[in-house]
Structures are given as C-alpha cells and as structure tokens.
C-alpha cells in the first residue's frame, strides 16, 4: 500500500540530502497500511467463468496501461486500476477505453464482472458497485494496495487499488474476518546456539599479552554445567548428560547491563599485528528497530517498518553492534559512500 505522498520541501541548504530522494509516508496511516500489508493467504475466486487468484499485497508496480474504475464499497471510494488486456478476458476488448469510462461503459463492466461481485457481496454484506466517476464522492484517495491477480493460466498482474481512508479501514476489517493472516515460515531463517562453558573479563591489554600456553582463570561455574544462549538474546542453564544437555531452568534475558564498559585508555596504537589482521564489518546504521518473531512473521510485501528516532543528522558508524562514530552518506561516481563526521565517539 502506498500512503500520498506529501509534497516534498525545497532541501535545507548544508543539511543532508543524500536521503532526500526517498518515497514519504504519512505516520499516522502506518498502522492502517501496515493491516492491508499483512501477510495472507490467497483468494480464490472466479471471474468471466475463468479461475482467478488474488494475492493481497505486492510490491511490483504495473507495466501495462491502466483503466481507472471508480467503485463505491458501502458508500466508500476506490479507484481500481485494471491493466487493459484485463479487458480481453473479459470480453470488453472492442470498446474504446474512453467509452468504457462512461456511465454507459461503468455498466458494461459491472456486468462483466458480475460473476466476481456478487460472490463478494454475499461473503462480506458489503454492497459494490461500479461507478460513474462524476457520482465518486470528494474523499482522497491517500492509501493504496496493490494487488496481484492471476486469470486462468494468464500472467499474473498488477493491480493498483486506491481508497479512501474509510474504504482502507473498511477492507482491513474485512480481510481481518475473511482472509485472515497467515504466519511467514521463516524456514530458512536461524538462531544461532551457543553452549557457554566459562568466561572471564579482559582488558586490552591483557588481551594482547596473551600468548600459546597462557592459561587463564575462568569465573566458577559448577563442573558439568554450561549456559545457553539463543540469539544473543534468551539464555539458561543446562547440565551435561554425555552428548546431550538438559535444560535447569526456562530461559531468560540476557542482562546486558552487566558487561563493563569499554575503557578509552585500553584502545592503543600499538595493537599486536595479529590482532589488526582481524577483520571487521564497518556498519552504516541509519536506525533500528525491535521486533519480535511474532512481529516479524506478520510482515507481508509492501509492508512499513518505522525506525527509531535518530537524535543526530547522518547514519551511525557500527562495529560489532557497537557504536563508534558518526558519517555522512555521499555518492561517490556511481555508488554510495560515507564521509566520517566522528569516529571513536562513545
């Protein structure tokens, strides 16, 4: 779904504009649009005698021309733009496209698509009709959908829907009721494990004294018990049966809170060659965003994630989730880059 897109302001000289190309969306339509986007499963119908498949969200714009079909849902307002070899299939492939948005050709399309319509009608109590578009109530059309729909063994297409904020709240009720969402998989998706044996805290410096044969003092854990941790973000206790783990407690929030702060003065200029070998992913963050599994199995194509508020112009500079200066994205030739404004900033 598309929210209207706002007018866009003359850039801010000596600000940062690198982003300023960016689609808007309105926040207060983000829920109500994210609803319409939600991952379902597909409908299935039938149109013109012909099996159609209906996919409720996408994201591939149209590359046919377009025939705008003004509807009215229960006395809201969509605008349904029907690519036109659509028209073939519906056997309204001879009349002029002009006509066709006529009363008289309104009338010739509710008819050929009667067969659709009434199935809708009886599932949902909604009345719908095609309508002249000069009987359309003034009601912006700001929200969008866009529809993938399938007819026989036809490409698929894409089908733009446009409503009124009341059409938009109307259909999010109704595929609430009748298309309800279906879960993502997530098969390929996983969450590292990891088995915790010990742990000790060192500074850099001890960390660059160390050597082969070193040996080094771990806290006290009792002997055949190991700590879980899942995702860096759950963790529990286990015991060790031979090859097997038996968990001792349900798992719980890491505490992120106990790890010790970096120290400023244990960063020097004379690391081991070693350890300056060791690579590292430079991260360009322009926010983040929580979400829990359930949230994220929800998200469907076309769907909007808001970002946390970034208190700072620019993009944060992240190594291994760490924060360690602040940049600038700029383009360089063809490709993107970032100039760094900080660096080594807590």
């Known amino acids: 779904m598309t929210c209207r897109e706002r007018e866009r302001l003359a850039p801010v000289p000596d600000t940062d504009t690198a982003l300023s190309g960016l689609q808007i969306y309105d926040l207060q339509w983000l829920t109500l649009h994210n609803r319409l986007h939600r991952h379902r499963e597909p409908w299935r119908g039938h149109c013109a005698d012909q099996p159609v498949s209906v996919l409720w969200a996408g994201v591939t714009p149209p590359v046919e021309p377009l025939l705008d079909i003004h509807i009215s849902l229960s006395n809201t307002s969509l605008v349904l733009h029907l690519p036109t070899p659509a028209l073939e299939v519906l056997g309204l492939a001879d009349y002029p496209l002009e006509y066709l948005k006529s009363l008289p050709g309104a009338l010739l399309l509710e008819l050929a698509l009667l067969s659709l319509i009434e199935p809708l009608e009886q599932l949902t109590g909604q009345s719908l009709q095609i309508v002249d578009p000069c009987d359309v109530a003034d009601s912006p059309c700001v929200l969008s959908l866009t529809l993938q729909v399938q007819i026989a063994r036809h490409s698929p297409w894409s089908v733009p829907l446009q409503m009124s904020v009341d059409a938009a709240r109307l259909i999010a009720e109704l595929l609430d009721q009748h298309a309800a969402p279906a879960t993502q998989p997530l098969a390929a998706m996983y969450l590292p494990l990891t088995v915790?044996?010990?742990?000790?805290?060192?500074?850099?410096?001890?960390?660059?004294?160390?050597?082969?044969?070193?040996?080094?003092?771990?806290?006290?854990?009792?002997?055949?018990?190991?700590?879980?941790?899942?995702?860096?973000?759950?963790?529990?206790?286990?015991?060790?049966?031979?090859?097997?783990?038996?968990?001792?407690?349900?798992?719980?929030?890491?505490?992120?809170?106990?790890?010790?702060?970096?120290?400023?003065?244990?960063?020097?200029?004379?690391?081991?060659?070693?350890?300056?070998?060791?690579?590292?992913?430079?991260?360009?963050?322009?926010?983040?965003?929580?979400?829990?599994?359930?949230?994220?199995?929800?998200?469907?194509?076309?769907?909007?994630?808001?970002?946390?508020?970034?208190?700072?112009?620019?993009?944060?500079?992240?190594?291994?989730?760490?924060?360690?200066?602040?940049?600038?994205?700029?383009?360089?030739?063809?490709?993107?880059?970032?100039?760094?404004?900080?660096?080594c900033t807590p």
């Open 196 to 343: 915790e044996s010990g742990e000790a805290w060192l500074s850099v410096a001890e960390l660059r004294s160390l050597r082969p044969g070193d040996v080094l003092m771990l806290e006290d854990w009792p002997d055949t018990q190991v700590r879980l941790v899942l995702g860096a973000r759950l963790q529990a206790r286990a015991e060790r049966d031979g090859d097997t783990l038996k968990l001792l407690e349900k798992p719980t929030a890491v505490n992120f809170l106990k790890e010790p702060p970096m120290s400023e003065t244990a960063v020097g200029s004379h690391l081991d060659t070693t350890l300056d070998d060791l690579p590292l992913k430079l991260v360009c963050q322009v926010g983040s965003v929580d979400l829990s599994l359930a949230q994220l199995r929800e998200l469907g194509e076309g769907s909007l994630v808001q970002l946390a508020p970034q208190l700072h112009a620019g993009v944060d500079l992240m190594v291994n989730g760490r924060r360690v200066g602040q940049g600038q994205l700029v383009k360089i030739g063809d490709g993107l880059g970032v100039r760094l404004l900080s660096f």
